[in-house]
């Protein structure tokens, strides 16, 4: 018997990068998992890639009722959601003066918006089995203050803060809610932008050398989602060789 097996999971922001490493990650060790992202294809792949009767889905994380039609397909799929991992997200590139109300509340949308929106509707269907595990992907950044990305900060801050309320108020069902900070990690989207110049300097910060990759965080999600992980919660855990120590 594997660590998930029997276990249902969302894992949202799952078509590349971390969320997919993770969707895989706990796809390998026995979970049924839902891969859920905004892009259709991207989610299917992966879910072809952990095979057995893990499915990919189609979802905007920050529109209410595609959220709530995902919750209803997967209770009718599963009859359950036993962990939620979120880590779908989006990464900028914008200097400050040039963050405009519109781009301000393009990150806020998915960050935040999505995240609540996924919290609301996964632990209503955790609170019908008295168990849960939520993971929610924040940020290094959130601690080192990190430049061109005010916005993105500001949301991230939220995803720890709000990790910790929810934690709070969720406890009376066994539901545990952490979050992971991870350092800058190479990814598809981090190869698109400016981020990527920063993998050198990043480094020179870490305590152990070398630069992230998506492989590097699943380890300590895996954990937080695990059922040993009972008595866990409302904690956040910086994966990042060190860089940031608290
Ligand atoms: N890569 C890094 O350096 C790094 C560092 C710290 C934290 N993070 C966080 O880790 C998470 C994953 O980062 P990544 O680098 O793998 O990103 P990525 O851009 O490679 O992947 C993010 C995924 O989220 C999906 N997504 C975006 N908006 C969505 C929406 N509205 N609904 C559903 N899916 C949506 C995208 O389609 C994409 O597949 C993010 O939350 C990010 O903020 C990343």
């Known amino acids: 018997m594997q660590r998930f097996t029997g276990r249902v999971a969302i894992v949202t922001g799952a078509a590349q990068g971390i969320g997919r490493a993770i969707a895989e990650r706990l ?6 998992v839902f891969a859920v992202d905004l892009n259709g294809a991207g989610a299917a792949a992966t879910a072809e890639a952990i095979g057995g009767n893990s499915t990919g889905l189609q979802c905007d994380v920050a529109e209410p009722d595609a959220v709530a039609r995902l919750h209803a397909d997967i209770e009718k799929a599963a009859g359950k959601l036993d962990i939620l991992i979120n880590a779908a997200g989006i990464v900028p590139f914008v200097p400050w003066d040039q963050v405009t109300f519109e781009e301000w509340r393009r990150v806020m949308r998915v960050n935040l918006d999505g995240l609540f929106l996924m919290c609301r509707a996964g632990s209503d269907l955790m609170r019908k089995k008295n168990y849960g595990r939520i993971v929610n992907i924040s940020s290094n950044s959130i601690f080192a203050g990190t430049p061109n990305m005010a916005h993105y900060v500001a949301s991230k801050g939220g995803v720890l803060t709000f990790g910790r309320a929810l934690a709070t108020e969720l406890g009376a069902y066994k539901i545990t ?12 989207t981090v190869q698109k932008t400016p981020h990527k110049d920063a993998f050198d300097f990043v480094e020179m910060l870490q305590a152990i050398k070398g630069h992230g990759k998506p492989q590097d965080i699943v380890p300590a999600v895996a954990f937080f989602a695990s059922e040993e992980a009972h008595w866990i919660t409302g904690q956040a855990l910086s994966v990042d060789a060190g860089m940031i120590r608290w």
């Not at 796809?27 to 049924?32: L, M, P, R, S």
């Open 27 to 32: 796809g390998k060790e026995g979970a049924q």
């Open 177 to 188: 809610v952490n979050t992971i900070c991870p350092g800058l990690t190479d990814t598809e």
